[in-house]
């Protein structure tokens, strides 16, 4: 069946400028994340959606990103004025249910989101 | 608390040859351990996990990694390389404790090289 799916591929915006980056869980899964993954360094864990509720948003670096689920599958990570800093590729995961322990699901990869900030 | 440590930024080996590829970590609970891999332009790809079953897992593509409490690792090995094998290898670690679950640390990568 078809896997994750993200939106746009490759994002190139000036500084100062809004993007939203798009994802498309597979159907049916509950659980939803989003990373955060600069150059040469592993992901890092930005924020985590059961269903349509953000559980954990521990790891949004400032109040300049915003993650949303509103129906409980496509989800959008919004980055406002953004800055060079935030020059990296978003991954989205999904799993397929919403556990007590939810980081200990196997997740399911999108492609990315490479956004460059001029 | 919890940190995870790939100990090789690239590893070069033959095709043919066994694969190494260390980490380590630590954890102030127990922990669930995680191997994926990634290929240009595609997504991360799970290999294989370990969550307090036994320690020897067997994963996908001929891999396996063994969960050594007592030296804080977990090494993903594979007896023989193919050329599909190059590609980037994440280590992650997720401690769980009564409370729930801790967010997923991944490592910074291994760099798998594999010449003909």
């Known amino acids: 069946g078809a896997g994750v799916s993200q939106s746009p591929r490759y994002k190139v915006a000036k500084r100062g400028q809004d993007v939203a980056l798009r994802c498309d869980p597979i159907?049916?899964?509950?659980?939803l994340f989003w990373y955060q993954q600069a150059l040469g360094q592993g992901p890092e864990f930005l924020t985590y959606f059961q269903n349509e509720a953000q559980l954990d948003k521990s790891g949004l670096p400032s109040d300049r990103f915003f993650a949303e689920r509103p129906e409980g599958s496509v989800s959008t990570l919004k980055i406002q004025r953004t800055q060079q800093e935030d020059s990296a590729v978003y991954l989205c995961?999904?799993?397929?249910?919403?556990?007590?322990?939810?980081?200990?699901?196997?997740?399911?990869f999108g492609p990315g989101t490479r956004l460059l900030v001029l | 608390a919890q940190s995870v440590t790939q100990l090789d930024s690239h590893v070069s080996v033959s095709e043919g040859t066994p694969v190494l590829l260390r980490c380590n970590y630590s954890s102030s609970y127990s922990p669930s351990l995680f191997w994926y891999v990634q290929h240009p332009n595609k997504g991360l790809q799970l290999l294989l996990k370990y969550t307090s079953a036994a320690t020897l897992v067997k994963g996908i593509n001929g891999f396996e990694a063994e969960f050594k409490k007592s030296e804080t690792s977990f090494h993903l090995t594979k007896p023989s390389a193919h050329m599909s094998d190059a590609a980037e290898y994440f280590c992650?670690?997720?401690?769980?404790?009564?409370?729930?679950?801790?967010?997923?640390?991944f490592g910074r990568g291994t760099s798998l090289i594999v010449h003909p």
């Open positions: 992650v670690v997720s401690a769980h404790a009564s409370g729930g679950s801790y967010i997923p640390t």
């Open positions: 995961a999904s799993s397929l249910s919403g556990t007590r322990f939810p980081y200990q699901e196997t997740q399911y």
């Open positions: 159907s049916g899964h509950v659980s």
